[in-house]
């Protein structure tokens, strides 16, 4: 019982850091996009973010877009244990849709061949802080994206028998 009340009192505290926390770091993306072209260049050693400045932040805009409807509160929650991962229930593998990537609208994404798009970062250990290194680990993640890879295994139901 103890257990259930220190849950009770930690869960609004901790919802209200996740949605200022989530707020900020958009606030502050927004605020900065104008040099993001030029810290990506550096950072991912690709200086056709700067060649293209124009572009690249059109598509930053487009991505920001996307960031604020759910990924950037999810990053949040990952980072702060606030959301289930049940990774262990799911199986298959990525068909390089692209559906995950913000709905084909990252800025970093890049289409290959047969309706294929990889990640134009994808080597950089930049990535790995990102949410990409950790999809798909829900059965919300799956069915977000609608992601034709993975599919969730459904956890067992065990039942309580009646004993009488
Ligand atoms: S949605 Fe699934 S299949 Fe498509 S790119 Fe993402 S992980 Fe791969």
Redo the contacts with the bound molecule.
Sequence with gaps: MQFIKKINHALPLNYQLIRFITFFILFVARAFMWVMPIFFAIIFIKPQFVFNYKETLRKLRIHHTALSQGPVKRYVETFFKARINQATHISGE????????LNKQCVFLEPIEDDK?QCGVYNSPFRKLSNCGA??ISSEDVER?E????VFNQYPVIKIKNAN
């Excluded at 992601?147 to 993975?150: A, E, I, L, N």
């Design positions: 990525c068909t390089q849709c692209g559906n995950c990537c798009f999809f798909p994206y992601c034709p890879g993975y």
